[in-house]
């Protein structure tokens, strides 16, 4: 019996819906436990006093949350100038050569590295090697290797997908190469890059294997990028292993998942600003 290409069609589209409402529900089905289990232990003096440690897991999340805002601060500023760079030299300056396939060689391979080895090469590096010891700016280099890949290729697409007629337009109203670029190319890929730096910051709040060996894991608060230090991952993995205050590592997750949201949402509503003042909307 031949099955007719409508049907065809109409099956294929059931299965991606089906596959797509069953990934959903995994997820709400992770999220709401987390909240329904975690949210009844936050309270102003979880988050408002520093861990103090022992197998009850006192304390609240104070030093891991500023932790966190420092490592991200620091990984954003060191990776995004660097990955946005080797986008545009990858897609408007390199020719095919050799050169250019060994980096997108080498950039591809990256991506596939699991993230331990990451922290593996940073404790060699900038933990003992370059002298930086346990400290947030250690984590933060660990993490601008692990999430160049991403910020690279992510921003490569958003810059190629950019009309070639916007280059044509550009160059003939007399405007040099590198004006173009961060006068016409990078503001029609803004939303591109923003979603690369969303994926970053995803990756840098979640990560924990790489930041285990190279930023120290101290509840003491932090006072600069050289201090010793943990973030909300690696507070939430220490209270789940090493403590019995299963509440508050899921308390802990909750603050986690709220922080990826926000940052989310502010940033696209960021994004979605710019491009509307770019286009002449209102400001």
Known sequence: MKISPRVTHSIAWGVCWAAGLLSLAFLLVIIGYVFVNGIGSISWE???TNPQGGLK???GILSPLVGTL?????TLLIAVPLGVGAAIYLSEYAVNNWFTKMVRFGVES????PSIVFGLFGFALFVIALGFNFSILSGSLTLACLCLPVIIRTCEEAIKAVPGTYREASYGLGATKWQTIMHVI???????I???IILTVGRIVEETACLYVTMGGSSNMPTSVWSNSRTLSLHLYYLAMETTAVDKALATG????LIIVVINFVTRWLSNRYVAMTRGGNR
Do not use: D, K, N, S
């Open 70 to 74: 420092y490592l991200v601060a620091l």
């Open 194 to 196: 923003i979603t690369a």
């Open 254 to 257: 909750v603050i986690l998942i």
């Open 57 to 59: 897991g006192e304390g």
């Open 186 to 192: 990078l503001p029609a890929a803004i939303p591109g």
């Open 110 to 113: 990256l991506a596939g590295i």
């Open 46 to 48: 979880f988050l408002t």
